[in-house]
């Protein structure tokens, strides 16, 4: 029926946006920590 495509196709965008934000997450994550990282460097 109509509404069910359109309640699938809102969880679909929303798993897609989710995914994306985790993907997302995990570089700024990566990104954050290489820099961390760096810092610690310099100090010693």
């Known amino acids: 029926s109509m509404y069910r495509r359109g309640v ?3 969880d679909y965008s ?3 946006r989710s995914f994306f ?3 997302l997450n995990q570089a700024v994550i990566s ?3 290489t820099v961390y ?3 610690i460097c310099l100090f010693i």
């Open 8 to 10: 699938f196709n809102y």
């Open 14 to 16: 929303l798993s897609t």
């Open 21 to 23: 934000n985790f993907e």
């Open 31 to 33: 990104g954050m920590v």
């Open 37 to 39: 990282i760096l810092i």
